[in-house]
């Protein structure tokens, strides 16, 4: 059941945060030790994930973020 749970935070996070970056998303990925993330721009209108990550590289199809090394509040 933990294994399931585990599954379910880590895809649902994959999913929200490039739509609505938050801590808590952000948190779940430092957890288990992501440092980067890959955006498709078609599944969000953001271009700004700050504070959260910094876009290290950004075309017309994704975004590459370097996360942020803590949860600041």
Do not use: C, H, Y
């Not at 996070?13 to 440092?35: A, Y």
Request: proline letters at 3%; a neutral charge.
């Amino acid at each position: 059941v933990l294994f399931r749970r585990e599954l379910i935070i880590r895809f649902n996070t994959s999913i929200d945060f490039s739509v609505r970056p938050s801590g808590k998303f952000l948190q779940n990925m430092l957890e288990q030790n992501v440092k980067w993330f890959v955006v498709d721009l078609e599944r969000t209108e953001l271009r700004d994930w700050e504070p959260w990550a910094t876009t290290r590289f950004i075309n017309d199809k994704v975004a590459i973020l370097e996360l942020a090394t803590e949860v600041k509040s």
